[in-house]
């Protein structure tokens, strides 16, 4: 039986960290519009850096989750933490470097 | 035998009737399908739409000054010279890997390109798109910036912004192959866009990395970079930017100038006789494009995302906002028409062009467009700084 709700607990927390389909739309969206407007539509840089995985893969998940949140000081990038869960944030990680 | 003559004579009139001005034409940018539309203000209708232009994400265009031809700057180094006579592209090149804007010349004969990969200006012939000069934004050990803010000026110059090194140069064509550039230094930290005043006179380029603008007079040929603004909004906490503003263009009432402010939620109003600030002009979120009817009897704003539904009008002889509109989700730009009694607005995510009213505000009519972006009417052929 523990073993059961664990198991329940884990794939919970599994499926809390994928946004819902409405939502993932919302955020392809975004990503290619709103961040595209500073990074490129393709994401191949702007103003702001390429977000390519190749540019990417070398960064720690945690500090691209860090820089979408908070923002970086001293560049143009600002926080997106009003509009952007952690856990969003943690699934537009993983789509950019896939 | 009669028949076929008035027959024949018909097909004639009928060849004639097809025969099209370009004085009330524009394009506009389809962003996501790399396309753009001809349209026409007059009939207010599309004519056409030109597939395959590459990444128009962030695309600008510039018309020929028989106002035939369309030159769209893409994101991606493309360079494209559409004839708006024939529907269909003239000539295509790839100049860079990732670049910002253009311009043409006064005398009508060459197109700059700014650029950001590799960062620099390249110049090449309206006519045939070949390369005249390359010029290269390098700055410090070797480094190369992006470019922004490049607008054509009179005697044959052009004039732009170095977003990395914080420098404004101006590049002499008079002999094409061997420019002749003057560099202004330490102008501010990145600056972002930049406008020429309709007379030609004055360079304004706004900064991102500091408070204010810097100022050239290209009048003076003595003239050193004078900041303006350096203090506005100081004391205020400096908001979020979700999309970098946009100097297109001179929002002027009188002897006011209308700028969006940057981190803050204002359009403001300078004195251009003293270039001091004479108003802060609160608005809905952060201004990206502030359009003056060509009248200047009224200012139209847009916004950067999470406000991006919005438009506010200004009125210019009481210096407020008058009216709020929402034309729907994310308005990317406004055009007015050559004198100013329309205004078509591109609503991106709800695919629709608005055409507007501008003595009532009143909607004239919708045209469907796939996210649409930049429009650019061809009255831009005769325009310094567009």
Redesign the interface.
């Known amino acids: 039986m523990k073993y059961l709700i664990i198991a329940l607990v884990f794939s919970a927390s599994a499926m809390a960290s994928e946004p819902d389909k409405l939502r993932q739309q919302e955020l392809r969206?975004m990503l290619?519009?709103?961040c595209?407007?500073?990074h490129?539509?393709?994401l191949?840089?702007?103003?702001g850096p390429s977000l390519l995985a190749e540019n990417l893969v070398n960064k720690d998940d945690q500090f691209l989750v860090h820089t979408i949140l908070e923002?970086r000081k001293g560049t143009?990038m600002?926080?997106w933490k009003p509009?952007i869960t952690e856990q969003e944030a943690f699934w537009l990680v993983k789509k950019l470097l896939k | 035998m009669f028949k076929l003559i008035v027959l024949s004579l018909l097909f004639c009139f009928n060849a004639h009737a097809e025969l099209r001005a370009t004085g009330d034409l524009g394009v506009v940018i389809e962003r996501a399908k790399g396309s753009a539309l001809i349209i026409n203000t007059s009939k207010k209708n599309i004519l056409a739409k030109i597939p395959s232009l590459g990444d128009l994400s962030h695309a600008s265009v510039v018309f020929s000054r028989d106002q035939r031809y369309a030159f769209i700057f893409g994101r991606d180094g493309g360079l494209t010279k559409i004839d708006l006579l024939k529907d269909k592209v003239a000539k295509r090149i790839i100049q860079a890997g990732n670049s910002i804007g253009g311009a043409i010349s006064q005398d009508g004969k060459l197109i700059a390109v700014s650029n950001y990969t590799p960062g620099g200006i390249k110049i090449f012939s309206a006519e045939t798109l070949e390369l005249v000069a390359d010029i290269p934004a390098e700055y410090g050990d070797k480094q190369l910036s992006k470019v922004v803010g490049l607008v054509d000026a009179p005697n044959n110059r052009f004039v732009f912004s170095l977003f990395d090194a914080g420098e404004i140069w101006v590049v002499s064509i008079k002999a094409p192959k061997k420019p002749d550039i003057r560099k202004y230094k330490n102008i501010g930290k990145q600056p972002y866009d930049a406008l020429l005043t309709p007379d030609g006179r004055y360079y304004i380029a706004g900064l991102f990395g500091e408070r204010g603008l810097a100022l050239l007079d290209l009048w003076d040929a003595e003239a050193e970079i004078k900041r303006i603004l350096p203090d506005y909004g100081k004391n205020d906490e400096k908001l979020p930017v979700y999309k970098m503003p946009h100097l297109e263009g001179w929002a002027v009432a009188g002897d006011f100038m209308l700028i969006p402010a940057v981190g803050q939620h204002e359009v403001l109003v300078i004195d251009k006789r003293k270039w001091t600030l004479v108003k802060r002009i609160p608005v809905i979120g952060q201004p990206v494009f502030v359009m003056a009817r060509p009248d200047g009897r009224e200012i139209w704003v847009n916004f950067a995302f999470p406000d991006n539904q919005n438009i506010q009008i200004i009125d210019a002889k009481e210096l407020a906002v008058v009216k709020s509109l929402i034309p729907g989700k994310v308005v990317l730009h406004m055009e007015f028409t050559p004198r100013g009694e329309q205004v078509w607005v591109s609503v991106r995510d709800d695919n629709q062009l608005i055409i507007y009213e501008t003595e009532n505000h009143q909607e004239l009519k919708r045209l469907p467009a796939e996210k649409p972006s930049g429009i650019f009417f061809s009255s831009r052929a005769h325009k310094m700084g567009l």
């Open positions: 969206n290619a519009h709103d595209g407007s500073c490129g539509l393709t191949k840089g702007g103003l923002g143009a600002p926080p509009f």
